[in-house]
């Protein structure tokens, strides 16, 4: 469960995310029928373990950042000034808008003061309710200065907003934001999603080492919601012989109307339904018996199909009537979610988007490669379903690690 917090930044994947498809994964358009086969004795059955990753002894296990890009100096630098900003929507986003900001902080010289996390409805909550603070600056020591509170009374120059890319590169951080920061010493980072950012030369293509250490050694659950997030994974082992699990990212609303969209000329398909991952792990042979989380926070009618070929498959709520547990609350429904799919044995994405992005990177992190695409193609073998993050190792995140 280690650094599994984390990622992105990658941000290039600002320029695959905007294109709402799953890049380089082959997405083509699956049969609309609402049927779905029940004859389970028919199919051949490729349990989890028979995935190629699986077998390797390193499997599950945290790579280790380059030392020649992603260690810190051992001296920090004396601080010019101040960036701010705030951590909002969900942990997808929140590792993205740490990384981003450690970036400038870095390139300004300047101190980074711990963010506030805002929810949807507009509540606030301090860095350390949900992240552990005094992990995050120890582990910048030697590369950012880093402020613990609000800015210090004796400072009454406001912040200057500034609308930086996703993992913008140093050039554009010196042509566009230092005059600002010059002036002010103090500018407040609002991080944004940009398609145009490659073509234009303003981010890079793979993470900056800053980034990765931010990402993936710095930034970490608190230790008590460390261990609600253990005790779920916990729960869900349990429930299998051979411990393992699938995490399937579904939400009804994420596929509402006018979202999910296909191409029937170019044969791709941006997101999959309920009935059409059934299909897919039918396809594929996973047994009726095999233990599914689905993100949704509790089964609804579009689940129906899912959970009556895999009755096995379980929503939060579900764990929680088991648990008799009250605790999975607003961002922390999303924070079990989004490690839940971090640390799952295998994962299948139902969109694309920076929460697939950003679990794919935690999971290259530490080795847990089983990443399954429900492309409608031949092929009933489960490594033919391979992301293309994995198979064709064109995440961001690669960067960061010694092979």
Sequence with gaps: MGAILTFSMFVMLGNMIKRDHFDGDVLMDVPKATHVDQDFTLMTRHRLFQLPSQTSKNYGQPLKLCRNNSSPPNVTPQSKGFVTFSLTDGPEYHVSQVANAVLVAKHLGATLVLPVIIGSNGEKRAFGEIYDAERFITSMHGVIQVETRELRATSTQKPVNVRVPYNVNRDYIMKNIEPIFKTAQNVRVISYLKSSTMRQGEVDKDMNPYSC???????????????????????????????????????????????????????????????????????????RDSTIFVTQSKADRSLRVLKDLFPNTLTKEDIMQEAKNDKFLGLEQEIIDFHVCSVSDVFVPSKSGLFYANVAGNRIANSRTDILVPAQITSSLAQDHVSSYISKASHPAYACFCK
């Design 213 to 287: 250490w931010a990402t993936f050694e710095a930034l970490r659950l608190k230790p008590e919601l460390q261990k609600l997030v253990n005790s779920v994974v916990g729960k869900l082992r349990s429930r299998e012989a051979d411990g393992q699990f699938v995490a399937i990212d579904y939400k009804t609303e994420m596929l509402g109307t006018g979202i999910c969209r296909s191409n029937a000329n170019e044969g791709m398909k941006n997101c999959y339904n309920p009935i059409e991952i059934t299909q897919f792990l039918q396809r594929i042979g996973y047994p």
